[in-house]
Each structure stands twice: as structure tokens, then as C-alpha cells.
């Protein structure tokens, strides 16, 4: 089955660097295009960045643009999302998720994407 496994969430300062990891198994991680979302507490998921199937770069919600970057190796069937001068704000549980190739180059809906993972916290504190 399908399996999505991030990694690398934790506390850090404001002003600080992470770099989340999400390992894909039990798909064709090429064929898929991949997202990373965020959930805070008391609030809705939200599309924070994707990375098409089709190679290129990545495309951003304007809250991390500039300050996040996506990135996919797909021959170690990993998305990264590196994530610098990180605010308090941008505290939330991160969600991978996968997307099999179709018309939409970044998907940013929920409903756009066939499968997720568990997620992990990243905390930033002031």
C-alpha cells in the first residue's frame, strides 16, 4: 500500500532553519505531483508548496514564498521542503501529499490529492 513518511519536524527559534523530509513508498514517486500542507491549531489545512510531476520548480503560497523551498528526489522518492527564516506563525502539524499526474501542474485544494501522511510538528517559537 501506499505510504507517505515525513520527517524532520521540531522546536526551533524564530529566525531558524528546518528541513522537512517525506519518503513515498508503494508508488511510481516520478508519476506523482507532490505538496506539502499545513495544519495550526484551531485552523483549516492550507496549501503551503508543490512540486509538479513534470520537474521544474516549485510553486509557493505567498505566506512562505521566498522563505520555503520545495524540492523532489525522485531517485530517493523524496520531497524535501527546506524552510528558513521560520515565525512563529508558520507553527503548525506539515502534511505531505501525492497527487498522480493530471491536468493541474500545482494542485493547492485538499481534495486535489490522492494521498497523505501522518505529518509532522514543527513548532516556532519567539
Known amino acids: 500500500q501506499v505510504q507517505l513518511v515525513e520527517s524532520g519536524g521540531r522546536l526551533v527559534q524564530a529566525g531558524g532553519s528546518l528541513r522537512l523530509s517525506c519518503t513515498a513508498s508503494?508508488?511510481?514517486?516520478?508519476?506523482?505531483?507532490m505538496g506539502w500542507f499545513r495544519q495550526a491549531p484551531g485552523k483549516e489545512r492550507e496549501f503551503v508548496a508543490a512540486?509538479?510531476?513534470?520537474?521544474?520548480?516549485?510553486y509557493y503560497a505567498d505566506s512562505v514564498k521566498g522563505r520555503f523551498t520545495i524540492s523532489r528526489d525522485n531517485a530517493k522518492n523524496t520531497v524535501y521542503l527546506q524552510m528558513n527564516s521560520l515565525k512563529p506563525e508558520d507553527t503548525a502539524v506539515y502534511y505531505c501529499a501525492a497527487k498522480m499526474f493530471g491536468s493541474k501542474r500545482y494542485p493547492q485544494e485538499i481534495y486535489d490529492y490522492d494521498y497523505w501522511g501522518q505529518g509532522t510538528q514543527v513548532t516556532v517559537s519567539s
Open positions: 512540486f509538479s510531476w513534470t520537474g521544474g520548480s516549485g
Open positions: 508503494g508508488l511510481t514517486f516520478s508519476s506523482y505531483t
